[in-house]
């Protein structure tokens, strides 16, 4: 993996999987905690967050979030995930995203606009 290779890295790999830990086991509200951990790990050595973890970070939130009913958030994550994932993951975070706003579409959940990550 290129990029980040300093210890934020190994901490925002930690966090990321302890995340994806607390998801699998319908825990989403710490596993959203431990994302938010992640990434600010990785933000704080790449300030731009042009790290392809960063992506899969926000995917994996974004799932947390859509596992919530927070839907707008859950779309905000899957958008800030298409900018920095690889491409091998980036159909999947697209099926997410327009899942996603199939569900929005489906129910009275109010649109909120100009979200940000």
Not at 64 to 86: C, H, M, P
């Given at each position: ?62 799932l947390s979030n859509a596992s919530l009913v927070r839907y707008q958030d859950a779309i905000v994550d899957f ?39």
């Amino acid at each position: 993996m290129q990029g980040i290779k300093s210890e934020p890295h190994a901490a925002a790999l930690f966090y990321m999987s302890a995340g994806q830990c607390n998801y699998y086991l319908g825990q989403y509200e710490e596993a959203l905690a431990h994302y938010d951990i992640a990434i600010r790990k990785v933000l704080k050595v790449v300030p731009g967050g042009d790290e392809p973890i960063l992506g899969l970070i926000y995917y994996n939130r974004g799932l947390s979030n859509a596992s919530l009913v927070r839907y707008q958030d859950a779309i905000v994550d899957f958008n800030a995930a298409k900018g920095t994932i690889e491409a091998t993951k980036k159909a999947q975070v697209l099926f997410q995203l327009g899942a996603t706003e199939r569900k929005i579409a489906n129910s009275n959940i109010p649109d909120r606009e100009n979200r940000t990550p």
